[in-house]
């Protein structure tokens, strides 16, 4: 009975002393946790690691002696894996941006008066289309009595047209007389006056016509200046002033915009000024409305904010029917790499030793369902939000264990699930 008791207290003894130090490792984790000590929390993670590569290699070193002795090869757990084949690589930077519109502006008056207002809040107008009139004060009339006094001048004019073209014909009549010596000097020197005189007259009369002309197109100017129309075609997103109010150069009436052409805004952190260029593909998200959305970058900014080290970028989006409205919050999607021939894995399957390699595992010696895991050493390029890019190590074909793969070791027998 003794030989049975001595093993069973040892045995008790060894769990004991295993359960205080798994008690002790808690209770340091809790320490560095709380203290937010992030250099021992790497160091902590570094040790656990290194245990971890210890007891893998312990494991592989066991299974190569049992499989010496003649140990059943027997399969430790099932995986999943997958034919490695090249695919499209992106690697994608997510900032947040703004949605605004090209055409966003306060409708102003110019000319001084009392407004009436033609439009109502949320109403479509056209490009040019009067929205409102300010009081003209009587330029109207200035304008009707300048357009009658061209108007009377202008028949003044005829009439002296009409004078002095009887003059040409008098005085043709009297040159050609007398070049034939028919007649006398002073008729011929009379009618050459009074041909000149005509012609004084109709040139005094026109210029006339003309300086009243010009007047009035100066009161037409200011009389189309009371009208305010629409700059382009768009919504009145809000009206500022009311009908019966005075108005001046500057006074805002009515915002105006424009949905037909929106764009997004984003301020991209200067580090990425080589990877984003014009034409660069972006994914737009808008959380508000569930709404993802392809577009490029149309502009990149020149100048590089001292206070956030940002540079601003530009790209066009639709408004889906005028659903997207300006200052919505978007998260821009920028593919700042893309490799058409990679290699790549699922970043959970990619493990780290305590040398802070990488490493994958890999199903060969592949009979049926039966398999042989190989621990292979890879070099990681680009990473993506659900993978990782591969630079080196691993080749089209490989199977890569992707589930099961986490407790693995080097050599280890496992079953490649279906």
């Known amino acids: 009975m003794k030989k049975i008791i001595i093993p069973v207290i040892a045995l008790f003894t060894l769990a004991v ?22 250099k021992g929390l790497q160091s902590y993670k570094d040790r ?5 590569d210890s007891l893998n290699q312990l494991i592989g070193t066991i299974d190569k002696e049992l499989s ?53 809040r949320g109403q479509q107008v056209g490009r ?53 010596k028919i007649g006398s000097e002073f008729q011929y020197l009379q009618a050459k006056s009074n041909y000149e ?19 009035a197109n100066a009161v037409q100017a200011n009389l189309a200046k009371t009208a305010i129309v629409a700059p382009f075609s ?16 500057g006074t805002d009436i009515v915002k105006l915009i424009s949905l037909s052409t929106m764009r997004v805004e984003a301020k991209v952190p200067e580090t990425y000024l080589a990877k984003v260029q014009r034409g660069t593909a972006v994914k737009i998200f808008i959380p508000t409305l569930n709404k993802t959305l392809n577009s490029s970058v149309r502009l990149v900014g020149n100048f590089i904010d001292p206070a956030t080290r940002t540079f601003v970028i530009e790209m066009p989006i639709s408004s889906e029917g005028g659903v997207i409205k300006p200052n919505l919050l978007a998260q821009v999607q920028i593919q700042d790499y893309v490799n058409p021939n990679a290699m790549q894995v699922p970043n959970q399957y990619i493990y780290e ?20 895991a190989k621990k292979v050493m890879v070099n ?17 074909g490989d199977l890569i264990v992707l589930d099961g793969s986490k407790n693995l070791t080097d050599g280890q027998k496992i079953k490649i699930q279906n």
């Open 48 to 52: 656990q690691k290194y245990k971890m």
């Open 17 to 38: 002393a295993c359960k205080k130090k798994e008690s002790v490792e808690e209770e340091r984790l809790s320490v560095l946790i709380k203290n937010k000590d992030v």
């Open 128 to 180: 040019g289309q009067i929205i409102g009139r300010v009081a003209d004060g009587g330029l109207k009339d200035q304008y009707l009595q300048a357009q009658n006094g061209v108007a009377a001048m202008r028949s003044q004019v005829a009439a002296a047209q009409s004078n002095a073209n009887l003059a040409k014909i008098s005085f043709e009549k009297q040159a050609a007389l007398w070049k034939q």
């Open 197 to 215: 005189a005509a012609q004084r007259t109709v040139s005094a009369l026109q210029s006339q016509v003309s300086g009243l002309q010009r007047a």
């Open 234 to 249: 768009g919504v009145v997103d809000d009206v500022i002033t009311e009908n019966g109010q005075v108005v001046s150069p």
């Open 353 to 372: 030793d305590a040398a802070k390699r990488k490493y994958v595992f890999t199903a060969v010696n592949v009979k049926g369902k039966d398999a042989t």
């Open 380 to 396: 990681v390029g680009e990473k993506s939000e659900n993978a990782v890019e591969i630079s080196s190590g691993l080749k089209a």
């Open 68 to 120: 010496i002795l003649g140990v059943s090869d027997v399969a430790s757990g099932f995986v999943q894996v997958k034919k490695l084949e090249l695919s499209n690589f992106i690697h994608s930077i997510e900032i947040q941006g703004n949605v605004t519109t090209d055409q966003d502006v306060m409708v102003q008056p110019q000319f001084s008066g009392t407004l009436s207002l033609y439009v109502k």
